[in-house]
């Protein structure tokens, strides 16, 4: 097997940027995430894959793209050697295999994340080995500021969502009556429990149920959607329903307020969030939802995604 391959690499091309994917299981995933706004940017760019599953994928999907595989730090010097005009590293997840090209000192190494990295990163002081860190929003500076304390010469740069644009942008007519409830394997007890309350509230009178997890149960009257739905449910709903997991903030892009199902005393505590823990509580949360604007702002950075915050940003380097 191969432990490095260059055979994508355009040597007539100048490229100055590299998006850099190191997660052995997600690598794809966090690439097919930035890909269409890097190439948006008519900037020349490579991709450098750590998995060989996933640089297989990539190439048989995007043939005419720059794609490269490297495995151990010798392979990666070579990638480096064969991009002479290199200059700026992104970096898709903060992974051990990232030393391989920090340590180069003539390249800027920024830490851009992934979809779901905004909520789901561990912040640890290794962070501190990236030049600069550019973020979604005003949240994640200060998750980092509240966990780090000292976050000494890094730089923080706010480039919102770009991914979200086309919603974030859109004004969507709701319905009042249209209640989405989001869920994860093992939550099967609040769809269970959501459906005796249908008849407590005349606003529950409709609603829909979407899962993750081909495989979670659901009762009689929640109508299943899958994900490839997902756009066209969340963007007709008026309120959604959720259960404690963490994988609620790309939601927010929608601009429909949360309702979590929960004690708002537990440890993970949402601010923008209405809790409830009855039915009758669920009543009382829809009616004091309050306006979604500065927490579109606030976690997502609305101002900064629709100011195309990015593309400019990234022409700034180069």
């Known amino acids: 097997m191969k432990q490095v391959d260059y055979s994508k690499l355009n040597v007539f091309k100048s490229t100055k940027v590299m998006l850099h994917a190191a997660d052995p299981k997600l690598a794809y995933n966090h690439i097919t995430y930035w890909l269409e706004k890097f190439q948006q940017s008519n900037i020349n760019f490579s991709i450098l894959v750590r ?26 010097e070579t990638i480096v050697n064969k991009q002479p005009d290199l200059k700026i590293v992104f970096y898709t997840a903060n992974l051990a295999k990232n030393i391989h090209l920090l340590r180069f000192n ?18 640890n002081k290794s962070f501190r080995a990236y030049d600069e860190i550019w973020v979604s929003s005003q949240y994640m500076i200060d998750k980092f500021k509240d966990t780090l ?14 991914q979200l644009k086309e919603i974030l942008s859109r004004k969507n007519h709701k319905d009042s ?59 007709k709903s008026s309120y959604f329903v959720v259960d404690r997991s963490l994988e609620f903030i790309p939601l927010l892009a929608y601009g429909v307020p949360l309702l979590m199902y929960g004690d708002p005393f537990e440890e993970l505590k949402v601010p923008f969030a209405s809790y409830f823990l009855d039915c009758q509580e669920l009543s009382f949360s829809l009616e004091k939802v309050d306006s979604m604007d500065g927490i579109q702002e606030y976690f997502l950075g609305k101002s900064k995604t629709l100011d195309n915050a990015f593309l400019k940003a990234l022409h700034e380097f180069i």
């Open 51 to 76: 998995n060989i599953n996933s640089y297989h994928k990539l190439i048989k999907e995007y043939p005419s793209e720059q794609i490269l595989y490297a495995n151990a730090p010798i392979d990666v």
């Open 106 to 123: 003539h390249l800027t190494h920024i830490f851009i994340g992934s979809k779901n990295s905004d909520y789901l990163s561990k912040i």
């Open 149 to 162: 304390k000292n976050i000494g010469h890094l730089e923080f740069k706010i480039i919102g969502k770009p």
């Open 177 to 235: 009556k249209f209640i989405t409830l989001v869920s994860k394997k093992g939550t099967i007890s609040i769809s269970s429990w959501l459906d005796r309350c249908i008849s407590y509230s005349e606003v529950l009178q409709e609603y829909k149920f979407f899962a993750k997890d081909d495989n979670t149960s659901y009762t009689a009257n929640i109508k299943r959607y899958n994900i490839e739905q997902e756009e066209d449910v969340f963007s």
